[in-house]
């Protein structure tokens, strides 16, 4: 990737804007690509029979499932039916149950085999959460859990959400292995009429069920489809494929708890993707594998990370206060945006880029006039470029073993491009002798398999194992229409379809949660709601809204079981409107290099601008997303609201 024309820009001192903007430009244009989306295989919708096992999940325990006495029955009706039993989903159910509705009204359904959504599914070697477990992880308060670390590694975060389901008496509430096909709603009787798939195991056949549900809450996470670009010839590749999001310990040998891949010892493993997921993996591979191939397209951005354990002192002191982990999440928020009277509480490395923002809003962002965009986009890339020259260097001081290994690993890009990473062990990967960084075409990456391996610039690299880090179908695919995030359908009034309703009219919502046409059906973003690196925030404030919302209407209902809450045009219009009035503050989105979050580059390419841009995020920032909903549910006249 590097060139000789970049000699200037890496001398160590921050390059001048104009020299910095071309080469961002220039690196972005190398990716952009016409197929955009359609360069990848969305694995649950298209894998061919090679593919297909590396979405199967490999945690599920039929036998011990089907011994269960079932969740839900054909015919049931249940008040609150909750698509998703990762963290979203639990935070709702708490919040419900906090409002004086009961466990026993609840099912969670969900397609894998247990509790914790995204932490059930991703169990690859070195997971674990970028973000201050103190903040990331949900309830804790409640719970009165203590994390380990600064930073909580996967088999604890998942083990918690399985802690949140038994605290809330959730814990056989769960309706797993269980595709949620179709939604339709019955005006008359009240109800959301489900159709659902379970799934039970190769010993017995799948279950066909129909259950009504009064409230619908979709609780589906934002990357849980895997993708795998689409390789020329890999069918033919003889070797094992692995996708970081169903590891196979199988294959590897270790397990979560075990971090010895004793099963990649002397094997040739190749590792394809450099994003989150890939800091995290390679550098637990590299410590297992006879040798591991990386096979980078674009670099991540890495900083450095500092873990430790979590002192009991200093948690008695953080957990003091009731309120604390809002409080906490609020400070993190206002660090982002700039500072807070009371200081920097978290204060670790993502506090530290500030020209993040651009990416998740500003409260005192003042709307960008039209005019106004190339000044803004130019003071985010000034405030951003010191951070990003550091980071440069920082790859620099690491990674000495080879230099082109090391000016490869250099990313040229705005911190708020990609996800930032954070890790201390990954770069110094590189300098081992087992790791070799191959870099592929910036246009293209790896095109081409062999039953041996893949080709890289006509170089054949041999591997016994090859695993995919290459993430999931971008959430802003079809501008993150909700159903298809579910990969189902949703029929509402009169048989509209919500996929309909949200191509024609653009992302219509009020407060990111409800939408006209749909009573009773929750949505949870990203369309119009606050944006967060730490997401688990924006699941607590839609939960305790929806949450506070129904038990209101419910005790203005004279009939419990038959209250109804929909969004009115003029609801929609007032919320629609404050986000497209604001939206030209995410213009320096535009600089970015493809990746999920701008739909690989076409989010502003293709289709309708205008209805893009309806599906932007909250502009004013998280806390001042939380406050427009509290503000709003304190007024008490739910306007915008039909309760019916
Ligand atoms: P990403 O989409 O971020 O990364 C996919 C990687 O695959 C990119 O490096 C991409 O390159 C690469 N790639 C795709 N196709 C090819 C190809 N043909 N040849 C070579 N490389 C290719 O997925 P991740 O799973 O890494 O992360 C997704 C998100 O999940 C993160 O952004 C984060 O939000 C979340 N996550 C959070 C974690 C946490 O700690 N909280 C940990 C892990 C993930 P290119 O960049 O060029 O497209």
Redesign the pocket.
């Known amino acids: 990737m590097a060139t000789s024309s970049d000699h200037n820009l890496s001398n160590g001192s921050v390059p001048d804007l104009a020299s910095l903007g071309a080469k961002y430009e220039d690196e972005k244009n190398k990716?952009l690509r016409p197929d955009g989306n359609s360069?990848?295989l969305d694995l649950e919708l298209e894998a061919p029979p090679h593919l297909a096992r590396l979405v199967e999940d490999p945690w599920v325990d039929h036998d011990a499932l089907n011994a269960q006495e079932p969740s839900i029955r054909d015919g049931d009706d249940v008040k609150f039916l909750i698509l998703g039993a990762g963290f979203c989903g639990l935070s709702y159910a708490a919040r419900l149950i906090e409002n004086g509705f009961k466990a026993e009204d609840i099912r969670l359904v969900d397609t894998l085999g247990g509790w914790g959504g995204t932490w059930y599914a991703n169990r690859y070697p070195g997971?674990?959460?970028?973000?201050e477990s103190y903040i990331y992880l949900p309830l804790l308060e409640e719970t009165g859990y203590m994390p380990k670390n600064r930073y909580a590694y996967g088999e604890e975060i998942r083990l918690h959400a399985e802690r949140i389901a038994s605290h809330y008496n959730l814990a056989d509430k769960g309706v797993f292995r269980t595709f949620m096909k179709s939604f339709t709603w019955d005006d008359e009787a009240k109800r959301w009429i489900v159709e659902l798939v379970q799934s039970r195991g190769p010993k017995e056949q799948t279950l066909h069920m129909t259950v009504r549900g009064q409230f619908v809450v979709l609780a589906n996470g934002v990357?849980n489809h895997p993708k795998t670009?689409k390789?020329e010839n890999l069918e033919a590749y003889k070797g094992a494929m692995i996708h970081?999001a169903r590891w196979r310990y199988d294959i590897t040998g270790g397990s979560q708890a075990d971090p010895k891949l004793t099963g990649l010892e002397g094997k040739k493993v190749g590792f394809?993707?450099?994003?989150?997921?890939?800091v995290?993996c390679i550098t637990a591979l590299a410590k297992s594998a006879g040798h591991l191939y990386v096979?980078?397209?674009?670099p991540?951005s890495v900083d450095e990370r500092g873990q430790r354990e979590t002192d009991p002192e200093e948690w008695a002191k953080i957990s003091a206060e009731p309120g604390w982990w809002t409080k906490r999440n609020a400070n993190f928020f206002d660090n982002i945006h700039g500072s807070s009277p009371d200081g920097n509480l978290v204060n670790d490395s993502w506090t530290t880029i500030k020209s993040y923002s651009v990416l998740v809003g500003q409260p005192d962002g003042h709307p960008v006039t039209m005019e106004g965009i190339p000044a803004h986009i130019g003071a985010a890339m000034v405030r951003d470029a010191p951070r990003t020259e550091r980071l440069r260097k920082r790859v620099e001081d690491t990674v000495t073993k080879d230099k082109d290994t090391s000016e490869n690993l250099k990313p040229w890009y705005p911190s708020w491009c990609?996800?930032p990473c954070f890790h201390d062990e990954y770069l110094p990967s590189f300098n081992r002798e087992n790791v070799t960084l191959v870099q592929?075409p910036?246009s293209?990456?790896?095109?081409k398999a062999t039953s041996k391996g893949l080709v890289v610039d006509g170089k054949e690299y041999e591997l016994d194992v090859l695993v995919f880090?290459?993430?999931?179908r971008s959430p802003a695919a079809d501008m993150s229409e909700p159903s298809k995030m579910c990969n189902t359908t949703i029929r509402g009034r009169d048989g509209m379809l919500l996929s309909d309703k949200w191509l024609a009219e653009g992302p219509t919502t009020m407060h990111a949660s409800l939408t006209k046409g749909f009573p009773n059906l929750f949505l949870t973003g990203p369309a119009q709601a606050g944006a967060s690196p730490c997401i688990t925030f924006l699941f607590d404030i839609m939960a305790r809204h929806a949450a506070e919302l129904i038990a209101a209407a419910t005790k203005r209902n004279a009939d419990p079981d038959t209250v109804t809450l929909e969004a009115t045009k003029e609801g929609e219009d007032e919320w629609v409107g404050s986000i497209v009035s604001r939206a030209a503050w995410f213009a320096p989105v535009s600089v970015c290099?493809?990746?999920?979050l701008n739909n690989e580059g076409s989010t502003m390419r293709d289709g309708d601008v205008g209805k893009t841009i309806k599906g932007a995020a909250y502009p004013l920032g998280m806390n001042l997303f939380s406050k427009a909903l509290s503000d709003w549910r304190a007024e008490g006249k739910f306007q915008g609201v039909v309760i019916g």
């Open positions: 990716r360069q990848y997971l674990m959460c970028d973000s990357l670009p390789i970081t394809i993707g450099t994003g989150a997921t890939g995290q096979f980078q397209r674009t991540a990609k996800r592929t910036p293209t990456g790896v095109q880090g290459t993430g999931y290099l493809p990746s999920y």
